[in-house]
């Protein structure tokens, strides 16, 4: 009996063995593909396609924008980022230096502003040299008053820069960006994934071959088709990060997840994306000025203002004051001091150079990086996959399980 079922088998190879042939080739680009969809699964789209909640998707990545921008922006400030650190660097000097033309422009326009808005008469009744010698004492103290401001600003700059707000608040608002932060630092990982499918899928393609030729049943070719789905994806997953340290096995192999493997160049892309598109000064700037600690900023940008203002017009304050009355020269005060606040991103972008080499944030987080442990260092991409990687590997199984029913009906029909 045992010959007989033996002959069978050969004739059924020699008959369909173009079939038999491709079998191997099948499962690994089932392996592949499987891979690819899961990878563009994660994030695209970027905004749910279908009929909500339910029946569409959207991009794991994006759909949990909030979530991964949290994850991130904790690992930059418990273990990358010290924000009191990194500002400690800027000398309130120099940036007075690199911005005293802008500003004394601003600080004439301002005053001329202020001047006609409450008593353009008083103004244009002043003699030239009065007007001049007011303008002139207020612009002889205005870098003071900035370099004072930024003192005071880095000494408590969590009073005035929520550093957790800006970074979840530019990964949430740019879906994008999110998607490029994970995607650029970890794309030897995603080809690696793409790639460790190919080589899967066709071992167990082999074994896939063997089986169904001993036993003909229907269901050999799409459990496996949905085990090579299931199973290459889940190992891919694994061997990106683990093991953490360098193992060998067998004595023959050595063997460490890719993404730790990795670590140096990980570090230098996750340090230059954060530099260049989250943490910089357009967005510090925005941070500090408009974001939920705003108000302290401008409770001193106005005492400070006010007080310029009260030093350095004695000359002509009973004067004005008598004209206009106390409170209105209040008001003029208090406007002054709005119109300041506003024109200071213009102002400040002429020392963005200065300021950016000076915290110097690229280098800083490639070098706490680097010195992370591997279970910190793995934290920063394992939470892109971990919470719906079920999903992603599930839907590798579908199609899987779908393509090994189409070689059913291909050998039987």
Do not use: C
Request: charged share 25%; hydrophobic share 50%.
């Amino acid at each position: 009996m045992e010959r007989v079922d033996l002959q069978g088998i050969v004739a059924d190879l020699g008959r369909h063995w173009p079939v038999y042939v491709t079998m191997p080739f099948v499962a690994a680009l089932i392996g592949y593909v499987t891979k690819r969809v899961a990878i563009e699964m994660m994030f695209r789209p970027l905004e749910f396609v279908g009929i909500p909640p339910f029946l569409g998707w959207q991009g794991v990545l994006p759909a949990n924008a909030e979530r991964m921008a949290v994850t991130a922006t904790q690992m930059l400030t418990r273990n990358l980022v010290d924000p009191k650190e990194i500002f400690a660097r800027l000398d309130p000097d120099e940036i007075a230096h690199e911005i005293e033309v802008p500003l004394l422009e601003v600080v004439e326009d301002v005053t001329r502003e202020v001047m006609e808005q409450y008593q353009p008469r008083l103004w244009e009744a002043l003699p030239d040299g009065a007007r001049r010698l007011l303008l002139n004492r207020v612009r002889t103290e205005s870098p003071k008053v900035i370099a004072k401001i930024l003192r005071e600003l880095a000494h408590d700059i969590e009073e005035v820069l929520d550093l957790e707000h800006l970074v979840v608040t530019n990964l949430v608002r740019d879906k994008a960006l999110l998607n490029r932060l994970i995607r650029d630092i970890s794309r030897p990982e995603l080809r690696f994934i793409a790639r460790s499918g190919l080589v899967f899928g066709f071992a167990l393609g082999i074994v896939q071959l063997v089986v169904w030729a001993l036993t003909k049943s229907s269901v050999v070719l799409p459990v496996f088709g949905l085990a090579i789905g299931w199973f290459t994806d889940w190992l891919a997953l694994k061997m990106i990060f683990l093991p953490r340290e360098p193992r060998e096995f067998f004595g023959l192999y050595t063997w460490q997840g890719v993404f730790q493997k990795r670590r140096d160049q990980v570090a230098a892309d996750y340090g230059d994306m954060i530099a260049r598109e989250i943490i910089t000064i357009p967005n510090l700037l925005e941070e500090v000025l408009r974001g939920p600690r705003s108000d302290r900023l401008f409770h001193l940008v106005t005492r400070e203002v006010q007080r310029t203002i009260d030093a350095q017009a004695g000359f002509v304050k009973p004067l004005v004051a008598f004209a206009v009355g106390s409170r209105r020269f209040q008001e003029m005060k208090q406007a002054a001091a709005t119109k300041a606040a506003e024109r200071v991103p213009d102002t400040i972008r002429y020392a963005e150079d200065y300021a950016t080499n000076a915290l110097d944030v690229r280098n800083t987080i490639v070098d706490r990086m680097r010195r992370l442990s591997p279970v910190q260092f793995e934290g920063l991409l394992r939470p892109a996959f971990r919470q719906d990687e079920w999903k992603l590997i599930a839907v590798g199984a579908v199609i899987g399980g779908l393509v090994g029913e189409l070689q059913v009906m291909v050998l039987l029909h």
